[in-house]
């Protein structure tokens, strides 16, 4: 397969993401083409809470596990993430340290977008703020 059919698989990938829907197709094919691959094994820490944000993931295959600190010490379990979940992307916004731990349950395939690509990306979408907040409020209601 070419890079180029790559890029177009994974634009239309991407597509299929709430995050990710409202983009165009040329911005879609740009944006698949700044993520880089990474892998975690079960077990791993992809993100770990209290981190600096280096960037946004998207998990292609795999099953993810969110949990923060509880009080007295421990973890505690927010959920699990399948194909397409998008994690990260509160440190990148606001600039703060990572909120939750992120842990692969099983062997995972994901994307990594680094920040300097997100900011690229928002400086050429500026309504992509907006469609963030609306996907994060929706996300964060139940917690």
């Known amino acids: ?3 180029t059919d790559r890029a177009h698989e994974l634009a239309a990938f ?13 911005t879609l094919v740009w944006l698949a083409g700044q993520f880089e691959p990474a892998r975690a094994q079960a077990g791993d820490a992809i993100i770990a809470e209290g981190d600096p ?10 099953r993810l596990r ?4 509880a009080a007295g010490g421990g973890e505690r379990v927010l959920h699990d993430l399948g194909r ?17 731990t992120v842990r692969a349950v099983r062997d995972s395939d994901l994307l990594l977008l680094r920040t300097a690509s997100f900011k690229a990306l928002i400086e050429q979408n500026p309504g992509f703020l907006a469609q963030m907040a609306r ?4 996300r964060l209601r139940p917690v």
């Open 135 to 138: 996907l994060l409020i929706e």
């Open 66 to 69: 969110v949990s923060v600190s």
């Open 1 to 3: 397969m070419s890079g």
């Open 14 to 26: 991407l597509a299929g993401i709430p995050f990710f829907a409202s983009f165009d197709e040329s």
């Open 53 to 62: 944000g280096d960037g946004l993931y998207v998990l292609l295959s795999g």
């Open 84 to 100: 397409g979940a998008v994690i990260g992307e509160i440190a990148l916004l606001s600039d703060r340290m990572r909120s939750a």
